[in-house]
Each structure stands twice: as structure tokens, then as C-alpha cells.
């Protein structure tokens, strides 16, 4: 073999050689590249996996928590309907009382109320029959044995109350309209009620 020859199988050997070290290096580098890809694609899928569950967790916490603010509007909504049931039979009673109670109750309230004793007592029509010009006399001669002033008159102005009636003067008005004391009273009861209905 010449020097030529032995040159060139030399530099051919270690152009394999050195072919060998770059190929087994990328080799090295692609394997590497895999697994660190590999790693970074689990954490990125852990990563996304834990998100997808806390977001889901917190979803669920959210629709239970509607759930659970819904039901217990209802609950409010189902109580205020009871007590206001109990209000509004109280109101019916008071409509439905016998004549000689009604009149009865006109009567001591107007005596009680009437500050002046000559304001103007209004009332709805419903009531025309029942508290007449006759009534207020009455109620004018009980004030005068009081010591009081007895001036009332009926007023021609008719009100949409159930039943009761309105003192005015010079504007001032005093509403003893069976509506004005029940709502007075449902502030007072309201919450004995509550206790009542469901303490």
C-alpha cells in the first residue's frame, strides 16, 4: 500500500469514526429531546388535567351554591306568602265583622282619635250605610259628655278602603282604615308571627 493509499484509508476511517460519534450524539440528543418533550407533554397534561378539575370543582360548588340560594329563596318566598295569608285573613275578618261590632268599633275609635272634634270623617262606600250622618251625632254627643268639642262631620269624599275610616283636617289626615291597622299591627307581630308559624 502506498503512503497515498494508507492517507486516504486513514482519513476515510476517521471520517466514519467521526460520522459514528455525530450520529450516535444526534441520537443521544434526539432520544434526550423525546423524553424531556415527553415530560414537559405530562406535566403540560397534569397541569391541564388538575385546571380541568378545579374548574369543574369549582362549577359544581357554584350550581350547588345556586341550587341552595334558589331553594332557600323559595323557603323565603313560601314564608312571606304565609304571613302574609295570616295578615290578609285578618284583614278579611275585619271586613266581615258584624255589623253591631263594626259600629261598635267606629265608635270608640272615633272618640279615641278625634283630637279636634271637628275634623271630617271619611269613609268608603261601602260603609254609607252603616256609618250615617246619625252615627256621628252619636259620636258628636258622647265627645260633648267628654268635655270634648263635638263637630265631626261625615264627609261627602269617599276613600277605596276596606273599611275603618280617615279623620282629615286642614289637611292633616289620621288613617284608621282597617289596610293603615293592619299594616301598624303586621310591623308590631310580624315577628311573633314568624315565631308562631315557624319557631
Known amino acids: 500500500m502506498t503512503n497515498l493509499e494508507n492517507l486516504t484509508s486513514k482519513i476515510i476511517k476517521e471520517a466514519e469514526n467521526k460520522k459514528n460519534s455525530i450520529l450516535e ?6 432520544q434526550d429531546t423525546i423524553i424531556r418533550k415527553e415530560e414537559e407533554a405530562n ?13 369543574s370543582k369549582t362549577r359544581a360548588e357554584r350550581v350547588i351554591s345556586n341550587g341552595a340560594l334558589k331553594v332557600r329563596n323559595k323557603k323565603l318566598e313560601a314564608k312571606q306568602n304565609m304571613i302574609d295569608e295570616v295578615f290578609n285573613e285578618s284583614l278579611e275578618k275585619l271586613k266581615n265583622l258584624p255589623k253591631n261590632d263594626y259600629v261598635s268599633f267606629i265608635e270608640k275609635s272615633i272618640a279615641q282619635y278625634a283630637v279636634y272634634g271637628d275634623e271630617e270623617v271619611i269613609i268608603s262606600s261601602r260603609d254609607v250605610n252603616i256609618i250615617t250622618q246619625e252615627l256621628i251625632n252619636k259620636i258628636n254627643m258622647n265627645l260633648i259628655s267628654m268635655g270634648r268639642n263635638g263637630n265631626l262631620k261625615l264627609s261627602t269624599q269617599k276613600r277605596n278602603i276596606i273599611g275603618g275610616y280617615i279623620l282629615a283636617k286642614n289637611g292633616v289626615e289620621v288613617n284608621n282604615s282597617f289596610e293603615a291597622l293592619v299594616s301598624i299591627k303586621r310591623d308590631e307581630l310580624e315577628e311573633e308571627v314568624i315565631n308562631l308559624l315557624f319557631g
Request: glycine fraction near 0%; hydrophobic fraction near 35%; proline fraction near 0%.
Open 25 to 30: 450524539e444526534a441520537h443521544k440528543i434526539e
Open 43 to 55: 406535566i403540560k397534561k397534569l397541569e391541564i388535567l388538575q385546571k380541568a378539575q378545579e374548574e
